[in-house]
């Protein structure tokens, strides 16, 4: 049974930064892809960023030049680096990962306050 397991969410202030890091129990190496998404209140899911085994990257518009994820192989952990956290970041967000089927954590809530 693959787990993915989110930490590093949190409150912070507009402006400011957070990390997210999401770990699997399996080896990394062996997923297609890792990604991250979020929910907000009300909202459905949405995408925010993603990384392929090779390396390529890519990211909603929303969160373009603000957001960058990476992954350490090494450790099975993929992040989210944000900074310029605006309010409407606020969410809880989501690691997912796809290898054949698709594989989610259980969400770490970020909360940006104005």
């Known amino acids: 049974q693959v787990q993915l397991v989110e930490s590093g969410g949190g409150l912070v202030q507009a402006g400011g930064s957070l990390t997210l890091s999401c770990t699997t129990s399996g080896n990394i190496v062996n997923f297609d892809n890792m990604g991250w998404y979020r929910q907000a209140p009300g909202n459905q899911r949405e995408f925010v960023a993603r990384i392929f085994s090779g390396g390529r990257t890519g990211y909603a518009e929303s969160v373009k030049g603000r957001f960058t994820i990476s992954r350490d192989n090494a450790k099975n952990t993929v992040y989210l680096q944000m900074n310029s956290l605006k309010p409407e970041d606020t969410a809880v967000y989501y690691c997912?990962?796809?290898?054949?089927?698709?594989?989610w954590g259980q969400g770490t809530q970020v909360t940006v306050s104005s």
């Open positions: 997912r990962g796809f290898r054949g089927t698709e594989y």
